[in-house]
């Protein structure tokens, strides 16, 4: 009898708690400004806090220069300087690798170290039927091909090109076990 009793009392309090939270004002900020006129509200906004006052920005001393070959901006005294070779030279029976060029656009020949001239710089390769030969021959290997080139060599804005007359995959020896 007074588990009966007990239950209406538990529903008239369970609604008056939910009315009662319904009817309290509301604990969050509003997201309307105070009474207040729109320009005394901008004045407000536009005086400066009352913490320390910010400092002009002073210039840059060595700014960013223009790279010539790429059209990017580079950090001052980054870039080493490469070793160009002079309009004309030729490369005959050079050993690399078929590789892109940094934005992804053109294809560049990057030589593999000699032991004489361990610092030649990616020669970018001038598009002929060349050039396509050696991408079919990438694209349809499942290895990583070695190329020997020969071909005259341009120069153009700080870049070395090459239009190449002569191609060959060099042949890894096999293993045996």
Do not use: H, W
Not at 19 to 38: I, S
Not at 151 to 157: A, F, R
Request: hydrophobic share 40%; with cysteine; charged share 20%.
């Amino acid at each position: 009898m007074k588990a009966v009793c007990l239950i209406p009392l538990l529903v008239l309090a369970l609604v008056s708690v939910s009315l009662a939270d319904a009817t309290a004002p509301a604990t969050q900020p509003t997201t309307k400004p105070a009474d207040m006129p729109a320009d005394q509200l901008l004045q407000q906004m536009l005086r400066p806090a009352n913490g320390p006052v910010a400092q002009p920005l002073q210039p840059i001393l060595n700014p960013p220069a223009l790279d010539q070959t790429t059209g990017k901006m580079v950090v001052p005294n980054s870039a080493l300087p490469q070793n160009l070779r002079r309009e004309g030279d030729y490369i005959r029976d050079r050993l690399g690798r078929l590789t892109k060029s940094a934005d992804g656009t053109q294809m560049e020949f990057t030589f593999e170290a000699d032991g004489r001239n361990m610092q030649d710089p990616p020669v970018i390769i001038l598009p002929n039927l060349k050039l396509m030969a050696m991408e079919n021959a990438v694209n349809s290997a499942n290895r990583d091909l070695r190329f020997r080139i020969t071909g005259p060599v341009t120069e153009y804005k700080g870049r070395n090109y090459i239009l190449l007359e002569k191609v060959s995959v060099v042949q890894e020896p096999t293993q045996q076990f």
